[in-house]
């Protein structure tokens, strides 16, 4: 069983949080977002929160908590706050740990380091979220060439939307990785209706065989 895992994505608000709430509560495990920008209304870890069924001690407070909805980086250099990459240290847990990053591979967490630096020093297998809108195929690629090129893990992609099937098929076989499943657009999003897509759309024991 996979112990630790990285969730990213190919863009910022594709639903890779909806996808880790998901994983997360399939695996019974622990769910952690070492960064959140933005803090008015319903931050990640308080989504994953209410939709993952894990109790609330599973859901592991951030290191950094910056106040606005931007690039960290960013956000933290208006709060004040300098991110030091020393500060990212995965915990170690005894049950499966879902880590979230921000946005995508190349977001900055200050004016040198990047979310895909901190994941190339974790050597974590990542699971690549992406959506099956158009232009994904591009975000997708770029992505996997990324990953790939500082020897990163990748344990796969989810697609996140509607069924593309030529899409789909043409991000796999370009990138060569395989696809762990395909997680729809739900309404009403309750915790139920995820359980159950989650179950439907995913093959665990793809995603159970890294790390």
């Not at 993952?52 to 933290?76: C, D, F, I, N």
């Not at 380091?113 to 990542?126: E, G, K, N, S």
């Amino acid at each position: 069983m996979t112990k630790r895992i990285v969730i990213t994505g190919t863009d910022t608000g594709i639903g890779k949080t909806v996808f880790s709430a998901g994983l997360a509560g399939l695996l019974d495990g622990f769910y952690w977002k070492p960064v959140q920008s933005g803090l008015d209304g319903e931050t990640d870890s308080e989504v994953v929160e209410r939709l993952s069924g894990l109790p609330r001690e599973r859901v592991l407070p951030e290191v950094y908590r910056l106040s606005k909805p931007l690039s960290p980086h960013r956000s933290a250099e208006i709060d004040g706050i300098p991110i030091e990459a020393v500060d990212l240290s995965f915990p170690v847990l005894p049950t499966p740990l879902v880590i979230e990053g921000a946005g995508g591979l190349m977001v900055p967490l200050n004016r040198r380091t990047r979310f895909i630096d901190i994941f190339a020093q974790w050597r974590l297998p990542v699971i690549l979220c992406a959506r099956t809108t158009l232009g994904t195929i591009n975000h997708a690629l770029l992505s996997i060439e990324a990953l790939r090129a500082r020897s990163i893990p990748l344990a796969g992609i989810a697609f996140i939307g509607d069924e593309m099937a030529d899409t789909q098929r043409t991000i796999v076989e370009f990138g060569g990785v395989p696809q762990l499943g395909r997680l729809p657009r739900l309404d009403p999003l309750t915790p139920k209706a995820l359980r159950e897509a989650m179950i439907a759309g995913f093959d665990l024991a793809l995603i159970a065989g890294g790390e």
